[in-house]
Every structure is written in C-alpha cells, then in structure tokens.
C-alpha cells in the first residue's frame, strides 16, 4: 500500500479556535489533496521540534492570533491583538528546524508571519498604524468569499497557479515588512502589502497571507495544497534512498 505523506498541522489554542477557522479546514485541505494529516500541539524544546519534523514529510503553519512582541524583539505598539506566546515559540522552533533540512513548508496567514521571524526578517504589528495608507485586509464578508486580488510576482507560486492575478481572502492585520535573507516575494496586494513570500531554491517553502484552506472550490487554493503535498510526497521518497 502507497504511504501518504504525513503532513503536520500546527494546533491553536481553544480561545483562537473560536476566532478563526478550526484546523478542520486545513485537515480537509490536507486530505482532499491526498496526505495524511496530523495535528501538531505546542512543543517547549529544540529537541522536541527536531523530533516531530523527523517524523513528518511537511509541515503547515497555521492561522491564529498575533505573534508576541518579545519574540520581534520588539517593544508592543498600540494595535496588537491577542498573543499566545508559547504557541509563538513552538512553531518558530518548529519552523527554524523545518528551514534546516528543507522540510516542504506552508504558511497560512499568521503562518506567513511566523516563517519570516523564524527566517530573521520583521513583520509589521499592526497595519492599520504603521501603514495608514493601506486598505481594509480584514474583510467584512464571510471568509469563503473573496475580498481583494493579489498580483504574482515571478515565483513558484506563479508558475503553480499559472495566473498573473487571484482574488483572495482577508483576515489579518499583521503582514511582512522585511522578507528575510534568501527569500522572495511572491504576492502583493493592490496597496503594496507583501501577501506571499517563499524561499529560493527548494522545492516548497512558501508563505501566504491569506486562508486558502477556506477556499478549497477555488483551483487555485486547490493547487497550492495539491503542489505542498507532493512536494511532502516527494521529501518522504527522497529520504528512502
């Protein structure tokens, strides 16, 4: 029988669940693109994370509330919303073990946040402050709809969805200001905030601000979980040899 590739989903605490989409949606997502999902509870050591990411063929950041400040090394700045700490310095363990052996990496919303502080770029807190001219990016609609198009900049991502522009949903207000070293971007939205961003060089490590495992009739939202997977398939098969 042909393994599936194990793909690790990183859980949120209760509080978060109930703000954003459950991690039911990503597990569906994982599965209707054909891996095996398991959810991922937060971890407190190195070891720990070295552990898990052995254990798994990819791994997926998931949505959620704000990246604490001390781990920006950042003092707070008025706007920031609610942060799970030992959350926060789980997934950037996990994150900053995955970069090391070129673990097949998604990031979703916050997941994007998280794989550029992990990386050693910045994010900005709160977009509405420290980017007054920017536009609304939490949407007002259900978040199975879409709110706003980004363009795609030459990447990996454009060459999987095959289109220059998508129409996307928006739930944050914590968005990349610095993409870290070894990184491009990927996606921008109309006023100029990062919305994708991925590592050069490997086979998938991307990050996405908005949620396309609530877009799953979408093809391109179909196409981001259908490529991530492979590419989960692909590390396991090369790990055999």
């Known amino acids: 029988m042909k393994r599936k590739p194990v793909i690790g989903i990183t859980a949120a605490h209760c509080n978060e669940e109930l703000k954003s989409y459950p991690r039911a949606r990503y597990v569906e997502a994982v599965m209707q693109a054909g891996g095996q999902p398991i959810l991922l509870p937060p971890l407190a050591t190195a070891e720990d994370a070295e552990e898990i990411i052995a254990l798994i063929d990819g791994l997926i950041l998931t949505g959620g509330g704000d990246i604490s400040p001390i781990l920006l090394g950042e003092d707070p700045l008025r706007g920031i919303g609610d942060c799970m700490p030992d ?8 994150t900053q073990k995955a970069l090391e052996v ?6 979703i919303c916050k997941g994007i946040q998280v794989l550029t502080v992990a990386a050693g770029g910045k994010i900005f807190q709160d977009i509405v402050s420290q980017c007054p001219d920017s536009m609304e990016h939490k949407m007002k609609s259900p978040r199975d709809f879409p709110w706003h198009e980004v363009t795609l900049m030459e990447s990996q991502l454009r060459t999987y969805l095959g289109e220059e522009r998508i129409a996307v949903n928006s739930v944050h207000h914590q968005a990349v200001s610095e993409v870290p070293q070894g990184f491009l971007i990927s996606a921008v939205a109309p006023d100029g905030i990062i919305e994708g961003i991925e590592k050069v060089g490997v086979r998938f490590c991307i990050g996405v601000q908005w949620h396309p ?12 979980f259908q490529e991530f997977v492979e590419a989960g398939a692909g590390y396991y098969r090369k790990r055999l040899l």
Not at 87 to 94: A, K, M, P, Q, T
Not at 213 to 224: A, C, F, G, L, Y
């Open 213 to 224: 495992e609530v877009m799953m009739k979408d093809k391109s939202s179909q196409r981001i």
């Open 87 to 94: 959350r926060d310095f789980s997934e950037i363990l996990l």
């Open 102 to 107: 070129n673990l097949p990496l998604l990031g």
